[in-house]
């Protein structure tokens, strides 16, 4: 149990054009998502932290208006890359925090590698 | 400087031990965590210890948790190619569930 998908895997895009990219939970709802950015080598770095029906919590030096958050439902939060520039190239990772999650564990999905041209 | 810190790589022979060290700032963590990340792959997480814990065993994963000096630690028991990897500590806990990560440390597992 406690899968999380993100859809596309990789995406390659062109700069200024915008990509969206899924999260979801596949057989528990999610409460809680987070949105990391891992650069080659890195730790992971939190964007932001959504809770489900509410406005996105942006970390600081984290453009809200570039990274669009939306948490919709239950099962499912985006990101979308506006205007992408090719230093937004980067890997993403969503986790998402469970209603009846025991040890507060996050569980994360495999990520989408962003490549802007 | 980072709230949670580890060294940054260890290299092991196949059957051997390895040990992987982290140390962090917040007192306040409910609990501590280890990811597993392979190549271009998320984080799986291998295992946690509640902060009023010293010590967890799962399988061939030990955790020592040493509360006063901020000090964790994952041993790996007979380390395998496949355990390969780089070995994220977390902590967190806070209201939120936000996590704190280390910068991970790469263990490359030689024949």
């Known amino acids: 149990g406690a899968v999380v998908s993100q859809h596309p895997s990789r995406v390659i895009c062109k700069s200024g054009t915008s990509v969206k990219i899924e999260c979801r939970s596949l057989d528990f709802q999610a409460t809680t998502m987070f949105w990391y950015r891992q650069f080659p080598k890195q730790s992971l770095m939190l964007m932001a932290t959504?809770?489900?029906?509410?406005?996105?919590?942006?970390e600081q030096g984290v453009e809200k208006d570039k990274f669009l958050i939306n948490h919709a439902s239950l099962t499912l939060s985006t990101l979308t890359v506006t205007s992408a520039h090719p230093e937004d190239s980067s890997f993403y990772i969503c986790?998402?925090?469970?209603?009846?999650?025991?040890?507060?564990?996050?569980?994360f999905g495999p990520g989408t590698r962003l490549t802007v041209l | 400087g980072e709230d949670v810190e580890q060294s940054l790589f260890l290299s092991v022979r196949e059957g051997d031990s390895s040990v992987i060290n982290c140390t962090y700032t917040d007192s306040s963590s409910t609990y501590l965590y280890w990811y597993k990340q392979e190549p271009g792959a998320g984080l799986q997480l291998l295992t946690y210890?509640?902060?009023?814990?010293d010590m967890k065993q799962d399988q061939r994963l030990t955790v020592l948790l040493n509360k006063k000096d901020k000090h964790l630690s994952l041993r790996i028991a007979d380390t395998q190619t496949g355990d390969s990897a780089i070995y994220f500590c977390?902590?967190?806990?806070?209201?939120?569930?936000?996590?704190?990560f280390g910068a991970g440390t790469q263990v490359v597992v030689t024949p």
């Open positions: 210890i509640f902060s009023n814990m």
């Open positions: 959504s809770n489900e029906g509410s406005k996105a919590t942006y």
């Open positions: 977390a902590e967190g806990g806070d209201s939120w569930g936000k996590f704190q």
């Open positions: 986790s998402a925090r469970g209603r009846d999650s025991s040890y507060n564990e996050q569980f």
